[in-house]
């Protein structure tokens, strides 16, 4: 079955600098991989997702890229505000199930 | 305003002691799920439901029951809890199989069991 796994665990940054948090999946056939963002004290909500036919995918400060030949894809935030600090997850399924596998969670913290 | 509720929030209870931990969205969603998370496991299924009456195991079944007798509700239900079984619970919804994967969690129910 799918296995995903999620790098760095915590990731600090200064505000204003970028944050990159990367996922790697095994299933070659998973196609849909979206990205959750959990505040603290609330359930997992979505931020972004990306499908497999496309290798970016772009909204305002956020973007995720993909790489179905190395089968990973990645979490890009840009000028980094202290409102981004939380919990995020990566998730992998086939995009006709809703079998979500999450990776292990990316503790960010952005410092003033 | 869409939303999957949870009730409770929190909750302390011992040992053996059955409860329930209810869910409702508002979504006419027709697929529903429960998901616990714990440090660094990060979110994994218990059961989820196709649709009434359809309910399936998840990743990690052992321990605990659900019914899906209405569209809208999906409760967990713990017969007899134990210590391992503390952990943050989360219900989540989503359009499947007729949109997009993607789910639609509530705020969580922190469970814990001494």
């Known amino acids: 079955g799918e296995n995903v796994e999620q790098h760095p665990s915590t990731l600090s940054v200064q505000e204003g600098d970028s944050a990159v948090i990367k996922c790697t999946y095994s299933?070659?056939?998973?196609?849909?991989f979206p990205w959750y963002k959990q505040e603290l004290g609330k359930g997992p909500q979505l931020i972004i997702d990306?499908?497999?036919?496309?290798g970016e995918k772009k909204d305002q400060r956020i973007a995720v890229t993909l790489n179905k030949t190395a089968k990973h894809f990645s979490l890009h935030i840009t000028e980094t505000q202290p409102e981004d600090s939380a919990v995020y997850f990566c998730?992998?399924?086939?995009?006709?199930?809703?079998?979500?596998?999450f990776g292990t969670g990316t503790r960010l913290q952005v410092f003033p | 305003e869409a939303q999957v509720t949870q009730n409770p929030r929190y909750l302390i209870t011992v040992t053996g002691k059955k409860l329930t931990v209810t869910c409702s969205q508002n979504?006419?969603?027709?697929?529903m799920s429960w998901y616990r998370q714990d440090p660094g496991l990060g979110l994994r299924q218990i059961y989820y439901?196709?649709?009434?009456?359809?309910?399936d195991k998840g990743d990690v079944p052992e321990g605990y029951k659900v019914s899906r007798k209405e569209k809208r509700n999906f409760p967990l239900i713990l017969e007899s809890p134990s210590p391992n079984q503390t952990s943050l619970y989360f219900c989540?919804?989503?359009?499947?199989?007729?949109?997009?994967?993607?789910?639609?969690f509530g705020q969580g129910t922190r469970l814990t069991v001494v």
């Open positions: 439901s196709m649709n009434v009456e359809v309910t």
């Open positions: 979504m006419n969603h027709e697929y």
């Open positions: 998730a992998a399924s086939l995009y006709n199930t809703d079998k979500l596998i």
């Open positions: 299933d070659s056939a998973s196609n849909y």
């Open positions: 990306i499908r497999s036919n496309v």
């Open positions: 989540a919804s989503s359009s499947y199989p007729t949109g997009a994967p993607e789910a639609f």
